[in-house]
């Protein structure tokens, strides 16, 4: 057992500050932190629902079951993820393996790992609700006995059914692994079902409720919903029955306990026969190579520059998903907030903030497109040299990282402008001026987060996924590109008066025109101070 | 063909300069030795000749070009070959090649025969057009040496070449790095390996302090009858010069820790006590 504590510790003192005796002020602080962060959301929650409540949302059991099914749904996610992350795709399996402990020891050791986030990422969102729950209804005593005990068990459920579904998906991605090109049509089909079913849903709302109806009205359509999902989800409606009403609570409980306790063991059984073998197998199987037998092409500096970096960050399925993930979802996500948000706004306040709220999430999206540029040096790694003694000016080098980030944003903010002119109301004109005035604005975002990355590149990474953890360019670049987006909100809101064009969208373009030109005249005229000054 | 005058260079808000007012010049067709210990600044001498690291004050001059001032000329006649083996993994060995090749706008022509006379010598032909991912340590230092050739490079710099290669890659390299200066280039080259700096450099510098405290010839070495590493390790741990440790080497009857001292070497300063005597 001692070997499993140790194990357990080990992996833990990697991610948290807990467990270091060392530095009691860091676990003191940390502990601060997540009790205040459940305080605060405790006190908005409480706030928002209070709300509701005095509108006419019922507080009973189906509500509870629901709110109970939503966190759940929350924890099966970052379940599923965190059993990839720490068990199959562990780098530290092989170091761990290597070190005087039992395969079944190791196994156990990164299953309380896995628990002991779980627990604490559930208590972050489950707790407030339950205060909140609380707060607002007249609740037994057996409600407060079972907190704590729903906070751990709850966790326990969770990271079972995701242990159960990881063994089939994991059969699945193994195989799905051995072609770039099967990973990424995957990708993309998870993404497609993602956004069918959101659109769908988004839609469904949208039709369903009149949001400008009566409040009234609205709520009782939601009340009903929270019933029939309720009774459809009987699991979490016994719980929250349960949890509220005494008679037979004991029975209830144990039953739950029991039931969690056979699907556990279920689940390691399941788990534990196979985990070693797929995991062993995930690290042997290597993605077909590429075979090229084309000869030489001589190109000029730029356009190889930009041709390698087409074909370094596209051959890696998980780049896709880790830079491309807003330049690919802009025109889904466009689409849905124009049909369900776009209808709200429209009787309150008029056109001018349909366009300032179609502007707003195009930029917010673009600007995370542009993510892709912070990173733009720290993604060249060890072959940063290159970069830098090669007798190509730093300039030219740059620029083709422009172009290559502004190639992926300008086409998926073309294909967003179609989309919006074929499926929605927004005017030709201002949906063009919008396009434009996101063209410029991304144009000046990109160039800022590549100067960013230039300043203080993560250049010492293992994979390309760690270099965010490394670099906070990426952040900081998130939020610049949030900033001006909320800014251009804020312009086009203000100076607008209702269905006027030419004004408006003077002042936006310019302002964009005037910021982008600054932000290149800058580009050209300090680029090579700070990339001589540079130490890597 | 590269000449680096009183170069200083710190570290970010470092008190301590790591380089101080290094001086060095190499001559054209030589293959120069550059040792020191952990630490000591090899690597960031070669990435300031290379034009990857910044430096506070001196001068680089690669082929008569200063670095600082015509910096894009002067690296058209450099080729660098890193300790860490980087290449981009995602690219074919002959994307790879091709790539660092149009950086250097090189012709079609170039480009081809010597990438394949390379890719000959260094029998890496079978694997040319698959994703440099799936080489070894040993197929990757190749290609990388195949693309820093590829412009013919008037001066090479390798920073510990032959880690971790395997006997039949290291061979390789080091006939590759003689056949580079038989043409007239330069090859300068830091290693811990002392054997094959011994056999084969011209001349070796040793760093330390921030400077290059000494340069030998290796002829020098040859002729006190010892080896390199006799020779470096009495240095760098005894508080001698080279030229004491060098002259202790030459006197066969002293006491000394180095063992291994040839009979040839040991008649060869007998003789010269003799002549001395008289």
């Given at each position: 057992m001692s070997t499993t504590w140790e194990l357990f510790r080990l992996q833990m003192d990697e991610r948290i500050?807990?467990?270091?005796?060392?530095?009691p002020k860091k676990v003191i602080l940390s502990l601060l932190l997540y009790v205040g962060i459940i305080a605060v959301a405790t006190v908005l929650l409480t706030l928002v629902f209070m709300r509701f409540v005095t509108i006419g949302l019922y507080v009973d059991s189906n509500l509870l079951a629901v709110l109970l099914l939503l966190t759940q749904v929350l924890s099966f996610a970052i379940a599923l993820a965190s059993i990839f992350k720490t068990?199959?795709?562990?780098?530290d399996n092989d170091f761990l393996l290597s070190m005087p402990c039992s395969p079944n020891q190791l196994f156990v050791s990164k299953l309380m790992v896995l628990y002991a986030f779980e627990v604490i990422a559930n208590t972050l969102y489950t707790l407030p609700i339950f205060i909140m729950y609380a707060i607002l209804a007249d609740v037994s005593v057996g409600f407060y006995i079972l907190i704590p005990v729903f906070l751990l068990v709850l966790p326990l459920l969770a990271l079972v059914v995701a242990a159960l579904l990881s063994v089939p998906i994991m059969q699945i991605v193994n195989i799905i692994k051995r072609s770039n090109l099967a990973s990424i049509i995957s990708i993309l089909l998870l993404v497609a079902i993602f956004l069918a079913l959101y659109m769908w849903f988004v839609t469904s709302i949208a039709t369903n409720i009149?949001?400008?109806?009566?409040q009234g009205t609205i709520l009782i359509r939601v009340n009903d919903l929270i019933a029939n999902l309720s009774t459809s989800t009987w699991l979490f409606k016994f719980m929250a029955d349960t949890m509220l009403i005494l008679e037979g609570f004991w029975w209830k409980l144990l039953l739950i306990l029991v039931a969690t306790a056979v699907l556990f063991v279920l689940a390691d059984i399941c788990m534990r026969r196979v985990f070693f073998g797929l995991s062993a197998r995930r690290s042997e199987i290597t993605t077909k190579t590429k075979q090229g037998t084309k000869g030489y092409r001589v190109l000029k500096p730029f356009n190889s520059i930009l041709q390698k970096e087409f074909y370094t960050t596209f051959r890696n399925s998980g780049n896709v998903f880790q830079y491309f993930l807003f330049t690919l979802l802009m025109p889904f996500i466009v689409y849905t907030y124009d049909r369900l948000l776009l209808s709200i706004t429209v009787n309150q306040t008029g056109e001018s903030m349909i366009i300032a709220s179609h502007l707003l999430v195009v930029c917010v999206l673009a600007g995370l497109s542009n993510i892709v540029s912070a990173s733009a040096i720290s993604r060249?790694?060890?072959?940063?040299y290159i970069m830098k003694m090669s007798p190509v000016s730093i300039k030219t080098q740059l620029r083709a990282k422009i172009v290559f980030n502004v190639i992926l944003t300008y086409s998926a903010l073309i294909v967003t402008a179609l989309v919006t002119g074929l499926a929605t109301d927004i005017g030709v004109v201002h949906n063009i001026l919008c396009t434009m005035a996101a063209m410029i604005l991304s144009l000046g975002h990109i160039i800022i987060s590549v100067l960013l990355d230039l300043r203080?590149?993560?250049?010492?990474?293992?994979?390309?996924?760690e270099i965010e953890k490394i670099s906070k360019n990426t952040k900081i670049a998130m939020c610049i590109g949030l900033i001006m987006a909320v800014l251009l909100f804020a312009v086009v809101f203000a100076f607008?008066?209702?269905?006027?064009?030419?004004w408006p969208w003077s002042i936006t373009l310019t302002a964009v025109s005037v910021f982008t030109a600054v932000i290149i005249l800058y580009f050209e005229l300090r680029v090579d101070k700070i990339n001589e000054r540079m130490e890597c | 063909m590269l000449k680096i005058k009183d170069l200083h260079k710190t570290y970010?808000?470092?008190?301590?300069?790591?380089?101080?007012?290094l001086n060095l010049e190499l001559k054209d067709g030589e293959i120069f030795g550059f040792l020191g210990s952990n630490g000591a600044g090899k690597t960031t001498t070669i990435k300031c000749i290379c034009g990857i690291l910044p430096f506070e004050s001196g001068e680089i001059f690669i082929n008569g070009k200063n670095l600082k001032e015509q910096p894009q000329q002067a690296k058209r006649d450099l080729a660098y070959i890193p300790?860490?083996?980087?290449?981009?993994?995602?690219?074919?060995g002959r994307e790879y090649v091709n790539h660092i090749a149009n950086l250097y706008n090189i012709s079609l022509e170039d480009r081809e025969a010597r990438a394949s006379k390379y890719l000959k010598e260094f029998n890496l032909e079978h694997a040319y057009?698959?994703?440099?991912?799936?080489?070894?340590h040993g197929m990757k230092q190749k290609i990388t040496v195949i693309a820093a050739l590829i412009h013919q490079p008037k001066l090479w710099v390798l920073d510990e070449?032959?880690?971790?290669?395997?006997p039949q890659s290291a061979y390789v390299l080091k006939r590759a790095m003689k056949e580079h200066a038989q043409k007239g280039n330069t090859v300068f080259f830091s290693s811990h390996i002392l054997e094959v700096v011994e056999t084969l450099c011209d001349r070796i510098g040793i760093l330390k302090n921030g400077v290059i405290e000494h340069i030998f010839d290796v002829k020098q070495i040859k002729q006190s009858g010892s080896t390199l590493e006799n020779i470096y390790v009495k240095y760098v741990q005894g508080e001698q010069s080279l030229d004491e440790v060098l002259d202790i080497e030459s006197k066969p009857n002293q006491e000394s820790t180095?063992?291994?001292?040839?009979k040839k070497s040991k008649q060869r300063n007998n003789k010269s006590k003799k002549a001395k005597e008289n």
């Open positions: 500050d807990l467990f270091k005796k060392t530095n068990m199959y795709s562990a780098k009149d949001f400008n109806g009566q060249e790694g060890g072959n940063f203080k590149p993560a250049l010492d990474w293992f994979d390309e996924s607008a008066p209702t269905r006027h064009t030419i | 970010g808000n470092s008190k301590v300069s790591t380089l101080n007012g300790d860490n083996h980087a290449v981009f993994e995602r690219l074919t057009d698959r994703q440099i991912k799936s080489y070894s070449p032959l880690l971790g290669l395997d180095v063992s291994t001292t040839s």
